[in-house]
């Protein structure tokens, strides 16, 4: 299975991730969103950070998530290349936690810079035995 794969799109960059589990698809659609910017497979797994988002539907989950992992980016330079996801429920809330593996962006070459996460035409659905998340980034 692929982990995800890119669509066309006239302005900005649109992709399909998946997964066996919705944690599975949650960390490919992290992995996508990086290899907008970069050639992920290059990356090493130097350094590890920690992402823990709450929401109240996956929607907002995703998007917390992946917006999070683009301020690690912004912030520290944090380029991702690998990732692990848990996901939980308590009562009304989702919970996230993610352990992300990578390196500082500025030792790899990157083509495209990702500005934000958007909502539009944002899907997260069970097709048979796969999930399938549909995102597009504002580039």
């Known amino acids: 299975m692929k982990p995800y794969e890119f669509l066309p799109h006239t302005a900005d960059v649109k992709f399909l991730a998946y997964g066996e ?9 992290a992995l996508a969103t990086f290899a907008t910017m970069t050639d992920i497979k290059k990356v090493k797994a130097k350094s590890k950070k920690t992402v823990s988002v709450q929401a109240h539907d996956y929607s907002c989950l995703l998007y917390s998530f992946l917006e999070d992992l683009l301020f690690l980016l912004d912030t520290e330079d944090f380029c991702l290349s690998k990732i692990t996801v848990s996901l939980s429920q308590k009562d009304d809330s989702l919970f996230l936690e993610a352990e992300s593996y990578g390196d500082n962006v500025k030792n790899y070459e990157t083509h495209t810079l990702v500005k934000a996460v958007t909502y539009h035409e944002m899907t997260i659905q069970k097709l048979k035995k796969l999930w399938v998340i549909q995102v597009i980034l504002d580039v």
């Open 21 to 29: 589990s919705l944690e599975e698809a949650f960390g490919n659609a």
